[in-house]
């Protein structure tokens, strides 16, 4: 029986953020950025028991219960992807993709194009694949790494420093949508998503522009760099081994039940007694707290997962 292969939601900067950081995963990454194209979600699955079936974001879609159109589309190139989706053993093979262009959406350059199936992820059961492979094997049926794409090394440790590049891609892509562009037609872009991997989980986040008016996503900032070179240098100051080993002892810490207590005396221990360098500095403290309780927490996972071993 055909079953419904989600592909999920896409969060945030600060959500890949907070996820990296409770993994402990190596501070430096590299996120792999592709254009965001306005349309609707779409994918195709296959499997040797069920067959060939098309999807919209949350539902199972039918020539006679379409959506835009997709499963029409699918239909109509029922050979071309029975063929690309074989591949797959007795797992159900999936590939996810953006049904854009047309009237599927406004205010988007690539709604001046035809509709096209744009694939940007597959997966073959529960695993997550390279979908790279999959370039051109239909009219209307395109790969997003076919067009330009965006990487960054982002040091999760200090992922604030990421932002102002962000935020210059991001600019980049509204301006000129590399999509439409690839096609002959100049116009607004909606933004970038990015993909990364923290202990073989695939991760990703949107970074969105505001130029065109159906975007609801907040937009990534810019930062002060000069500040925020003053908040590490503070933080690298009195976040210290021993000051970190010291509240370990205090609050007595066994399991990661007492991060909450840890942090508490972490920063309040380091705000009474370095109040004045934090002045001196031209710093507050409510602009430090989240950096210092972002260090110790790092700390405390791995001295926790330490004594558990």
């Known amino acids: 029986m055909k079953s419904f292969v989600s592909f999920g939601s896409i969060g945030q900067f600060r959500n890949a953020i907070k996820h990296v950081r409770y993994t ?21 699955c296959f499997s040797k028991q069920d067959g060939l079936w098309a999807q919209s974001r949350n539902n199972i879609i039918t020539v ?11 239909e109509d190139r029922k050979d071309v992807f029975e063929t690309m989706l074989t591949t797959g053993g007795d797992d159900t093979v999936t590939i996810f993709g953006e049904w854009c262009g047309g009237n599927i959406q406004k205010g988007v350059a690539i709604n001046q194009l035809d ?33 330009p794409t965006f990487d960054i090394d982002i040091n999760f440790e200090r992922p604030e420093l990421a932002q102002n590049e962000i935020v210059k891609m991001v600019e980049q892509v509204e301006t000129e949508c590399p999509v439409a562009k690839h096609f002959g037609v100049s116009g607004v872009g909606e933004g970038i998503v990015f993909t990364l991997i923290c202990r073989g989980e695939t991760l990703r986040f949107k970074a969105k522009g505001e130029k065109h008016s159906v975007s609801k996503v907040t937009k990534i900032a810019e930062v002060d760099t000069e500040k925020l070179d003053s908040i590490h240098k503070f933080v690298e100051y009195a976040v210290t081994e021993n000051r970190m080993e010291q509240g370990y002892d205090e609050v007595e810490a066994s399991d990661m039940e007492h991060t909450g207590k840890f942090l508490s005396w972490i920063v309040k221990d380091i705000i009474k007694e370095e109040s004045d360098t934090l002045a001196d500095s031209g710093l507050e403290q409510k602009e430090v707290n989240k950096y210092i309780s ?4 790092i700390w405390f996972f791995a001295r926790i997962n330490k004594d558990i071993k």
């Not at 430096?28 to 195709?44: D, F, M, P, R, Y």
């Not at 006679?64 to 699918?74: H, T, Y």
């Not at 694939?119 to 997003?144: E, Q, S």
């Open 294 to 297: 972002t260090k110790a927490r």
């Open 115 to 147: 509709k096209m199936f744009v694939i940007f992820a597959l997966k073959c059961g529960d695993v997550w694949l390279n979908h790279t492979p999959y370039r051109y094997p239909a009219k209307g049926v395109y790969n997003i790494d076919d067009f």
């Open 64 to 74: 006679e219960n379409d959506n835009a159109g997709f499963a029409r589309f699918v």
């Open 24 to 44: 402990g995963e190596n501070p430096i990454i590299q996120a792999h950025g592709t254009v965001k194209l306005h349309g609707t979600n779409a994918s195709v």
